[in-house]
């Protein structure tokens, strides 16, 4: 045990000689912790200015208790001042509302000044009811509307299966003019709005006679659905059935024979009869394209 002792501290003197250097350093004890930040210094690239580099000479002569009265410079040859903003004439009420209309529309009142429509086809103008839902106002452009038929229709998805409503709507004015739309939608008034504004889309004019009635006969046909129309002595009235009947009520024929030949399908028979109806040709347009006069078709 004291041979093993005597080695070790053999070994441990032998390591601790062999590792002090010959020179021996000798630092004092700092009475004061060493701070890095009283150290080092930041770097400045930029020159300070000092007090006595700033020139304020031309500070001598003002006397800081006088008033300093600002002196213009004088105005070029043939300068003319702008009017002042209240020296004008004043503007009155409709010039107001004239100017307004111009930027932003007609006022609420519903009057234009300068003459625009008011109600607008698209139905845009909106009014909240009294239980404050917000509605559109019904069109005012002279026509009126019509619903042919209402039909559920459905539409196979991956999730399932989509509802919708067709409406078919026919729109005229009784003087002439006539369209038919056809509209989709989730609900049932959504489907016929959107066929009014198509059929609005869709207008054509047809031809008639000082009796309310066709010129001459015709025959149209849309898909498998085919319609025949004849012109009728007055007082006969319209003798039509289904969706041909309402195109020439609507159109403002009052005295017509109508029959459909083909399919019972109500929106192919409006456009049947609408596709007969483009057919037809006032007298005096076919005296013009043979160059001969009105007279000379009868004989």
């Known amino acids: 045990m004291a041979a093993t002792t005597a080695i070790a501290l053999t070994l441990s003197s032998f390591t601790l000689s062999s590792t002090i250097p010959s020179k021996t350093f000798f630092f004092p004890k700092p009475s004061k ?18 007090s006595s580099d700033i020139d304020t000479s031309f500070f001598d002569d003002v006397n800081p208790e006088e008033d300093i009265v600002f002196d213009p410079p004088t105005p070029p040859e ?21 100017a307004y209309e111009e930027l932003y529309g007609p006022a609420y ?24 839902k917000v509605k ?23 999730g399932g299966k989509q509802l919708h409503f067709r409406a078919i709507v026919v729109v005229g004015n009784k003087q002439g003019q006539v369209g038919v ?19 609005r889309r869709n207008i054509i004019t047809i031809p008639m006679t000082k009796y309310l009635t066709f010129p001459h006969r015709s025959e149209g046909d849309y ?21 041909v ?12 024979l109508g029959k459909q030949l083909g399919s019972k399908n109500a929106l192919n028979n409006a456009r049947a009869t609408v596709v007969a109806v483009q057919k037809m040709k006032q007298f005096r347009e076919v005296a013009q394209e043979r160059g001969i006069p009105m007279e000379e078709l009868w004989k």
């Open 136 to 158: 559109k106002e019904k069109v005012r452009d002279g026509f009126e509307e019509r619903v042919v038929q209402v039909r559920r229709v459905t539409k196979v998805v991956k």
């Open 78 to 98: 043939g300068f003319t001042p702008p009017p002042s903003f209240d020296e004008g004439p004043e503007e009155t009420e409709d010039e107001i509302a004239a």
């Open 33 to 50: 912790p060493i701070s890095l930040r009283r150290t080092f210094r930041p770097l400045s690239l930029t020159p300070q200015a000092k």
């Open 245 to 256: 009947r309402i195109v020439l009520e609507m159109a403002g024929v009052e005295n017509a």
């Open 181 to 199: 739309g056809v509209g989709k939608a989730k609900e049932v008034i959504g489907a016929v709005q959107k066929s009014a504004v198509n059929a």
């Open 109 to 132: 009142s519903g009057v234009s000044v300068l003459g625009n429509d008011v109600y607008v086809m698209d139905s845009k103008v909106k009014k909240s009811s009294a239980f404050g």
């Open 223 to 243: 898909g498998a659905a085919k319609v025949m129309l004849r012109p009728a002595a007055p007082g006969t009235g319209v003798i039509a059935g289904g969706a």
